[in-house]
């Protein structure tokens, strides 16, 4: 395997998170010290071209990062932190009659903002705000994020609680509606999925207990890899395995995880198969793929582009079609997880089976057993 090596690199502040553009080489770095967002045009060179509220204070006690939002198509940027929404785009930035809340995201068409939960943290409901009238239409509660399934005509979001959460899918459309299948993984604290570029595989990375990256085939959502990332020998003082550190790049079948030792591990998801390069003197703080498959990442106030060459691919719409075909919607109101199958990628439950089932093993899943739990004293 040829050693990756940065093409550019610059120094930066320090970033937490990167979120690339779906569609044009854009990248933004959410800070850790201060609620502010970088700006950064990433294609052969990397340069910054612009920020949000680099000026501000650093962090309260109880500060949020901000959340942003690429547009799908322009170069056009959503961030939600201070208690305002702001527009940026390469012109200037401008403030939204929006209500600031936790998660932003714009409708696949780029006509709305989606924003949940519903302020003031309402967390039964989100809101599609229409931004060329103003109107509001609410919508089924979601956290995390919004990625589009490469191919199109899928997106998928998350619903976290604290004994398990939902990877949740729905149909491109004027709102999210859910359908009748979903993942669902132990505990909460789980990033939003990455679908590799030919959209065969999406992995997640999380928990709250143990740092681990899974790994499931779509449309057939089985798990194939589960990845414990154990904290690597001689860390520096308080160095921890990050939370924004995994992507998929140009090459489809390998997914790229940023360690706190500095490198960046090739793993082979078909063979189980992995790659050690080395690249930063510092920990990898966050890592992600840009719009053209190849690798941006943040370390100690150091940023740098990675390219992964690879022959193009393109995700197949046949994927995407299978899925929709074995799933409906399910109903707007009440609990979502009344209404869906759930999968862990291991074993598959149906609605009515969990709201009879009194009986587990050890070796089932926590969310499961309380589930079992819950059934036999409510009966």
């Known amino acids: 395997m ?13 970033i937490g998170k990167l979120v690339c553009h779906p569609k044009l080489p854009l990248v933004a770095g959410i800070d850790q010290d201060r609620p502010a967002v970088h700006l950064y045009y990433a294609e052969r060179v990397l340069r910054e071209i612009g920020s949000v509220g680099a000026d501000s204070a650093e962090y309260g006690k109880f500060d949020h990062w901000p959340v942003v939002a690429w547009h799908p198509e322009r170069p056009e940027l959503v961030v939600s932190a201070g208690g305002e929404t702001v527009r940026w785009t390469p012109n200037g930035t401008s403030v939204l009659d929006v209500a600031v809340s936790f998660d932003v995201a714009f409708s696949p068409d780029g006509q709305s903002l989606w924003t949940s939960p519903t302020p003031p943290e309402r967390y039964d409901r989100s809101d599609v705000i229409d931004l060329g009238t103003g109107a509001v239409m609410p919508a089924p509660v979601w956290d995390g994020g919004i990625v589009a399934h490469p191919a199109g005509g899928l997106v998928a979001t998350m619903q976290s609680d604290q004994g398990a959460s939902f990877v949740l899918f729905s ?4 709102k999210l509606r859910f359908l009748d299948l979903a993942l669902i993984l132990e505990s909460n604290c789980w990033g939003l999925p990455v679908f590799s570029s030919d959209g065969r595989y999406l992995a997640i990375r999380g928990n709250t207990y143990e740092h681990q990256v899974l790994v499931f085939e779509f449309p057939s959502l089985r798990r194939v890899r589960k990845i414990s990332l154990r904290e690597p020998k001689r860390l520096k003082r308080n160095a921890s395995w990050p939370w924004g550190n995994v992507a998929f790049g140009a090459r489809p079948g390998a997914l790229w995880i940023g360690t706190p030792s500095g490198t960046l591990l090739e793993f082979d998801v078909e063979r189980g198969r992995t790659t050690k390069h080395k690249l930063l ?30 022959p193009r691919t ?10 929709l075909a074995s799933t409906k919607e399910i109903p707007d109101e009440g609990l979502t997880e009344d209404h869906v199958v759930h999968t862990d990628g291991v074993g598959t439950w149906r609605p009515e089976e969990l709201a009879t089932i009194t009986k587990t093993s050890p070796g089932d899943p926590h969310w499961l057993r309380s589930r079992a739990w819950t059934n036999v004293h409510r009966y």
Do not use: N, W
């Open 2 to 14: 040829t050693a990756v090596q940065a093409i550019a690199r610059i120094p930066t502040a320090s």
């Open 314 to 323: 393109v995700a197949d719409p046949a994927t995407v079609a299978e899925f």
């Open 171 to 174: 149909r491109p459309g004027e």
């Open 281 to 310: 003197r510092s920990a990898v703080t966050s890592l992600a793929s840009t719009s053209s498959g190849d690798l941006v990442v943040a370390g100690d106030c150091e940023l740098a582009l990675v390219p992964v060459p690879s």
